[in-house]
């Protein structure tokens, strides 16, 4: 059984818990660097950025973490989380503390919008067949991609779903809904690296 972590500072880590419980892997929560040894991947939800990056100030998890991430451990980041990752944003409002990078895109962070101007759109992924219905919420735009980064998914002509090597970004939030099928893939990718 793969063993997956979710960030669990902040933000929606209960409902990436529920989808991977769900779909047979073994979950832990990860707040401290202590939670990281033994884990194949980990995911980091959606929530509030710059809450995250306070909360886990002081407990040497993100320094830790982020050199975890670019020895190669499989990591998805969604909305917040993909924030935490990107080597580059379009604004300094996190300047001063730490967060993981190991992506190479550039994030503008609440791009799409405030909380009430959320919205689910219908988008095509590399992959799958037939479309899954994206939810954003105060959502980070994706800027630019690196030429290592594989774009899985798009949104009025913005990526919206992308991969490089171990690492996958959503600035959605795939984990509401029912529908797993973004989890089953990155499950199964992992699958097939462990
Ligand atoms: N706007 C949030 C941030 O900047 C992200 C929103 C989300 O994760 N739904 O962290």
Same mark, same amino acid.
């Given at each position: 059984?793969?063993?997956?972590?979710?960030?669990?500072?902040?933000?929606?880590?209960?409902? #990436?818990?529920?989808?991977?419980?769900?779909?047979?892997?073994?979950?832990?929560?990860?707040?401290?660097?202590?939670?990281?040894?033994?884990?194949?991947?980990?995911?980091?939800?959606?929530?509030?950025?710059?809450?995250?990056?306070?909360?886990?100030?002081?407990?040497?998890?993100?320094?830790?973490?982020?050199?975890?991430?670019?020895?190669?451990?499989?990591?998805?980041?969604?909305?917040?989380?993909?924030?935490?990752?990107?080597?580059?944003?379009?604004?300094?409002?996190?300047?001063?503390?730490?967060?993981?990078?190991?992506?190479?895109?550039?994030?503008?962070?609440?791009?799409?919008?405030?909380?009430?101007?959320?919205?689910?759109?219908?988008?095509?992924?590399?992959?799958?067949?037939?479309?899954?219905?994206?939810?954003?919420?105060?959502?980070?735009?994706?800027?630019?991609?690196?030429?290592?980064?594989?774009?899985?998914?798009?949104?009025?002509?913005?990526?919206?779903?992308?991969?490089?090597?171990?690492?996958?970004?959503?600035?959605?939030?795939?984990?509401?809904?029912?529908?797993?099928?973004?989890?089953?893939?990155?499950? #199964? #990718?992992?699958?097939?690296?462990?």
């Amino acid at each position: 059984m793969v063993r997956v972590g979710v960030l669990a500072l902040q933000g929606a880590f209960r409902e #990436h818990l529920s989808a991977l419980d769900f779909l047979g892997a073994e979950t832990r929560r990860v707040t401290r660097p202590e939670h990281l040894p033994g884990l194949d991947a980990i995911v980091l939800p959606g929530g509030e950025s710059s809450a995250m990056v306070r909360l886990a100030a002081g407990t040497g998890l993100f320094p830790v973490l982020g050199r975890t991430i670019r020895a190669g451990l499989p990591t998805f980041g969604t909305c917040a989380g993909l924030i935490l990752l990107a080597d580059r944003l379009g604004d300094d409002s996190l300047d001063g503390y730490d967060r993981l990078g190991g992506l190479d895109v550039t994030v503008a962070r609440n791009a799409y919008g405030r909380q009430r101007e959320s919205f689910s759109a219908p988008v095509a992924i590399t992959g799958l067949t037939g479309d899954f219905t994206a939810t954003f919420i105060r959502a980070p735009r994706i800027l630019d991609c690196g030429p290592g980064v594989e774009i899985l998914a798009r949104h009025d002509g913005h990526p919206v779903l992308v991969r490089a090597a171990n690492v996958w970004g959503a600035s959605f939030h795939p984990e509401l809904g029912e529908d797993l099928r973004i989890h089953a893939e990155f499950l #199964h #990718h992992l699958g097939a690296a462990v």
